[in-house]
């Protein structure tokens, strides 16, 4: 049974930073592109960092030069550290991974970033 279980969510000011945790079990980790998205109220779900399985990474241009998406392998685990948070960046943050040859993709549960004075 594949499992993604984030973590590091919460509430920051303006300007703070939060680090976002997803570790998954079930899956041969590093064969996996892994992905942080998210979704604000109203707002469709959208691509926020990508790291592949070769380590090669893609952000989107709301957040480059803010967010750093990284993985350890060895932990089954990706990480999102997000600096200088804003509050265009509350939402709820999902992870995930893709196996590019199966097409498989699977989820994590989400977790609420807000940020707020």
């Known amino acids: 049974q594949v499992q993604l279980v984030e973590s590091g969510g919460g509430l920051v000011q303006p300007g703070g930073s939060l680090r976002l945790s997803c570790a998954a079990s079930?899956?041969?980790?590093?064969?996996?592109?892994k992905g942080w998205y998210r979704q604000a109220p109203g707002k469709p779900r959208e691509l926020v960092a990508q790291?592949?399985?070769?380590?090669?990474?893609n952000y989107a241009a709301s957040v480059k030069g803010r967010f750093t998406i990284s993985r350890d392998n060895a932990k089954n685990t990706v990480y999102l550290q997000m600096n200088s948070l804003e509050p265009e960046d509350t939402a709820v943050y999902y992870c995930?991974?893709?196996?590019?040859?199966?097409?498989?993709?699977?989820w994590g549960q989400g977790t609420q970033v807000t940020v707020s004075s």
């Open positions: 079930g899956i041969i980790f590093s064969l996996y592109t």
């Open positions: 995930n991974v893709r196996h590019i040859m199966l097409d498989i993709t699977y």
């Open positions: 790291i592949t399985s070769g380590g090669n990474t």
